[in-house]
């Protein structure tokens, strides 16, 4: 079965500031998607960022930026200049390339991100 | 567009008794998703159902059901409540091009908050 660890289980960091969130997983598949969601207190799971493990090159969005190694599983997420609206708990997660999503994502237990004014 | 809603947004049940919890996809997705957050915890999948039918599931016992209607709205039922059932239910949909396809972007809704006393 698969799983995702996320080691880190809080973080601060000063506004304007770089941080990044650490996050391995183990699998047996070639082929899977990976995701970085964010739940502010309003519960409602965000998307983040998402990484295709047949893509070499890393994802960005913006400010947000993933480290994927595949050898290694693991698959970080960096905020740059970062701001108050980035606290809230990150996720993240994994699942199976085909099958239409039917097995579902496994999501890490979270990392609660703190922003420091 | 409208996002995915879940209603209600929180109810207390007692040990026994049996809930209902209702989702509307986000306009033109054909897949929905359930998954279970205990305090503290990431979401777990519960399932997922696909042109009205399951077609995944994670470890939940088969007192765990649902329904998708041809509007592609979902319901999650759970009968005989323990009080480890206690957690936010989390809704969400998707757009699958077909049941072999590529897992697609998940959209949630804000959950609802159950407690089993």
């Known amino acids: 079965a698969q799983t995702v660890t996320q080691s880190q289980p809080e973080m601060s960091v000063q506004e304007a500031e770089t941080v990044t969130l650490s996050c391995t997983y183990d699998?047996?598949?070639?082929?899977?998607?990976l995701f970085w969601y964010k739940q502010p207190p309003s519960r409602q799971m965000i998307l983040v960022i998402r990484?295709?493990?047949?893509?070499?090159q890393n994802a960005t969005e913006n400010r947000f930026s993933v480290n994927f190694q595949k050898a290694a599983k693991s698959f970080s997420l960096k905020i740059s200049d970062s701001q108050l609206g980035d606290a809230a708990m990150y996720f993240c997660?994994?699942?199976?390339?085909?099958?239409?999503?039917?097995?579902?994502?496994?999501f890490g237990k979270g990392t609660h991100l703190i922003i420091q004014p | 567009e409208t996002g995915v809603t879940q209603s209600p947004t929180h109810l207390i049940k007692t040990r026994g008794q049996q809930v209902t919890l209702r989702c509307s996809s986000q306009?033109?997705?054909?897949?929905v998703s359930w998954y279970q957050q205990a305090l503290g915890q990431g979401p777990q999948f519960i399932f997922q159902?696909?042109?009205?039918?399951?077609?995944g599931r994670g470890n939940f016992p088969p007192r765990f059901s649902g329904l998708q209607f041809p509007n592609y709205s979902s319901e999650l039922n759970v009968n005989a409540l323990e009080l480890d059932d206690s957690a936010l239910y989390l809704c969400?949909?998707?757009?699958?091009?077909?049941?072999?396809?590529?897992?697609?972007?998940?959209?949630f809704g804000a959950g609802s908050r159950l407690t089993v006393l």
């Open positions: 969400a949909s998707s757009i699958q091009a077909g049941p072999q396809a590529g897992a697609n972007v998940l959209t």
């Open positions: 699998t047996s598949e070639s082929d899977y998607y």
């Open positions: 990484q295709e493990a047949y893509k070499q």
């Open positions: 997660a994994y699942t199976t390339y085909s099958g239409g999503g039917a097995d579902g994502l496994t």
């Open positions: 306009s033109g997705h054909n897949t």
């Open positions: 159902y696909y042109r009205e039918e399951e077609n």
